[in-house]
């Protein structure tokens, strides 16, 4: 296993009473005045990842596309991150349709470890390729300290699944050896989640159920389970007829308005807020520019953006002051 030291789940009460011994020992690096609590000490993330997903309390992951939204998520008391495709492409000024490579991923993600210290399930498309491409990518997040991947059974390159109508699926034996090459490659090291588009492709249900069987059999360690409807039915459909044989992952970005009750009476264990941490910059960014440019001044938008003060205690530039008083030279 990759000796990686980041940041842990809360429900771990005495990692973080010692997470609260180490900070008071070491310069604080603050906390940003919007931003309410954060979390402890995670000291295996993929540990603290597995414990969320087979928790039986509902979890919940949030979206991050770069270092700054996963500082954001970290401190606003999220207890674990979805390293989102669609958000890292757009990010990067590229559509969700495999037009950044797996290295562009793993970077980012390298960047998101460092600026968060929490577990990150990575959205690891359809593995950039075959059984060879999927088990590359999953040792180079694991090197680079993420928690787990999700694949998906697309073929490469894939599209966003709420794009259009073409969403050929893979053969199952073909993606289960995608998953097997993973598990042989990382073990229990890394979590690895296969994602099935049966739903979204026009399957149905028996199909879905057929592709979680065979991944659960590769060695997948839990089960997204997608859909593009409005509504949860046939997600709550598969969870009935699933039964809990692993660990059940949503992601409910088009049937947004159903109570998280309903998935923690259907026995789901976990959450993704997938795409809002891009969304929510993308619609900010959009009207601040256009108030600049209509009325030719920062002065009108100055209440409606972070403060720079927020933005230094927020990425921690109080540790470096105290780090240029411990290790710089005093002169004069």
């Known amino acids: 296993m990759l000796d990686t030291s980041t940041e842990e789940v809360p429900s771990q009460e005495t990692k973080v ?3 609260e011994e180490e900070r008071h020992a070491q310069p604080a690096s603050g906390i940003a005045a919007f931003i309410p609590k954060s979390i402890g000490r995670v000291d295996d993330p993929t540990d603290a990842l597995r414990q969320l997903i087979t928790s039986p309390d509902l979890s919940f992951l949030m979206e991050a596309h770069d270092g700054l939204s996963a500082a954001i998520a970290r401190q606003a008391g999220f207890a ?6 669609l958000s890292i492409s757009a990010s990067l000024g590229y559509r969700d349709a495999n037009e950044a490579s797996w290295t562009d991923v793993v970077e980012v993600v390298s960047r998101m470890v460092d600026a968060s210290g929490l577990p990150i399930l990575v959205d690891g498309d359809s593995g950039f390729g075959n059984f060879n491409n999927a088990r590359l990518l999953a040792a180079k997040l694991l090197q680079r300290g993420a928690a787990g991947v999700c694949l998906e059974d697309k073929g490469f390159p894939k599209i966003n699944s709420f794009v259009g109508d073409r969403h ?8 289960s050896g995608r998953l097997k090459a993973v598990k042989d490659t990382t073990g229990d090291d890394l979590i690895l989640v296969a994602r099935t588009e049966a739903l979204i492709a026009g399957y149905g249900l028996e199909e879905a159920l057929l592709r979680a069987e065979a991944y659960a059999a590769a060695g997948a360690d839990a089960i997204l389970i997608h859909s593009r409807k409005s509504v949860p039915d046939e997600i709550l459909a598969f969870t009935n ?3 809990n044989k692993l660990p059940v992952v949503i992601v409910p970005t088009k049937y947004y308005k159903t109570p998280v009750a309903a998935y923690r009476s259907a026995g789901i264990s976990t959450v993704i807020w997938a795409n809002h941490a891009m969304r929510a910059a993308v619609a900010g960014m959009r009207q601040i520019c256009a108030r600049i440019i209509a009325e030719e001044s920062v002065a009108g938008i100055e209440s409606d953006v972070a403060t720079l003060d927020e933005v230094f205690r927020l990425l ?6 105290a780090a240029e008083e411990r290790y710089l030279p005093k002169h004069g």
Not at 168 to 175: C, G, Q, S, T
Not at 316 to 321: A, H, K, R, S
């Open 316 to 321: 921690g530039y109080d540790e470096l002051t």
């Open 241 to 243: 007829r699933w039964q």
């Open 17 to 19: 009473a010692h997470a």
């Open 80 to 85: 674990g991150l979805w390293a989102s495709g």
């Open 168 to 175: 050929p699926l893979a053969d199952i034996d073909e993606f």
